[in-house]
């Protein structure tokens, strides 16, 4: 039996604000697979992103982010999908991704982002002063995840509260069963 395209969950969000690990606890609970955009981007570009920003520069890299999730989301089987807190910068993704299937965005206080990313040095656009960048990063990027079919404050929440939130919505909004 074919899957329909819109079996796929869609966690997009800010730098810091847990995708990754929700993504993999979702998966496991939906009996899903799971795929992260950036590290499709690295395998296909056999580099890192920090390379690929030094290199090649930002506009290359989101070249490469768009090209690597519409081949995620066109997969014809269910998958949750973590994005790069700056896949939702292109009106393509955008579309792409409601198309696709449900979309949930994850927020986060910036502080704790902060607190969250402030050692990692693998985020090229954290080059520099990481409070300055996040609060200039969230000030430019305001709005950009409202289109989501819902947003969860993963501030003061576990994991397993955020991946509780988002099946719930996801079975309300969904028609799989």
């Keep these: 039996m ?8 869609i966690l997009i969000g800010f730098m810091g604000t847990g995708k990754s690990s929700v993504s993999r606890l979702l998966a496991e609970k939906l009996e899903w697979s799971c795929a992260d955009s950036d590290e499709e981007v690295e395998r296909a570009a056999g ?7 030094a290199e ?5 890299f989101r070249d490469m982010e768009s090209r690597e999730l519409r081949k995620l989301l066109e997969q014809p089987s269910h998958a ?3 994005t ?3 896949a939702v910068l292109r009106e393509e993704n955008r579309s792409a991704m409601l198309k ?3 979309v949930a965005a994850l927020s986060c206080d910036p502080e704790r982002i902060i607190a969250r990313v402030l050692l990692d040095k693998s985020r090229p656009l954290l080059k520099g002063a990481v409070r300055e960048r996040v609060y200039g990063l969230l000030e430019t990027r305001k709005g950009a995840y409202d289109f989501a ?6 501030t003061e929440l576990s994991v397993e509260d955020v991946v509780d939130r ?8 969904s028609t799989f069963p």
Aim: glycine share 14%; no cysteine; proline share 2%.
């Design 56 to 60: 090649d520069g930002e506009q290359a």
């Design 80 to 82: 949750v999908i973590a």
């Design 47 to 53: 580099r890192s992103i920090s390379d690929i920003f």
């Design 166 to 173: 988002i099946v719930m919505a996801w079975k309300q909004h």
């Design 100 to 102: 696709h299937g449900f």
């Design 84 to 86: 790069g807190g700056g």
């Design 2 to 9: 074919s899957v329909s395209p819109k079996g796929k969950v």
């Design 149 to 154: 079919h819902l947003t969860v404050d993963t």
